[in-house]
């Protein structure tokens, strides 16, 4: 009896725990760009915030209609600039993290149908203590005219 007690009262401390760290994350201003329908792979943007007390680490993301999704990122190598993948990405507590054109983003790769501006796609980012975060990001040509331009291929 005492075991079962203990077994209930771990699960419910390490559910309450992946509660806790979802609710802290909040996705803002989530957008894909819309390419021309020939194109396999677009990227994502939107601002990822961290309300909680601990830092935490987005191990995985998933889009719908592409077959898997990266994190990538904008990084300038001996004059050229150049896109390189990350493993994942890491917030501290209270800390914002702005995927936006020209620097760190998602990349939709393997699209079954490239998606057209007013289109809605569904993201989500699974943490690595277990629980997804999902929004669902409005489909666009560009930034707008607030963000510095970028054109991904």
Request: hydrophobic share 45%; proline share 5%.
């Amino acid at each position: 009896m005492y075991l079962m007690r203990f077994f209930f009262a771990s699960l419910s401390l390490v559910l309450s725990a992946a509660v806790a760290a979802e609710s802290a994350v909040s996705l803002e201003g989530a957008w894909v760009r819309a390419l021309p329908p020939t194109q396999p792979n677009t990227a994502a943007y939107l601002t990822i915030k961290n309300g909680g007390t601990e830092s935490l680490e987005i191990v995985s993301a998933r889009a719908a209609g592409a077959d898997r999704v990266e994190f990538h990122t904008t990084r300038e190598v001996d004059g050229y600039v150049r896109m390189e993948q990350l493993a994942t990405l890491k917030l501290a507590a209270g800390q914002s993290l702005a995927l936006a054109p020209g620097g760190t983003h998602l990349m939709l790769l393997g699209l079954n149908v490239m998606p057209v501006p007013g289109d809605r796609v569904s993201l989500c980012l699974t943490l690595a203590t277990g629980p997804e975060v999902c929004t669902d990001a409005s489909v666009r040509k560009d930034a707008g005219d607030s963000v510095h331009q970028h054109h991904h291929h």
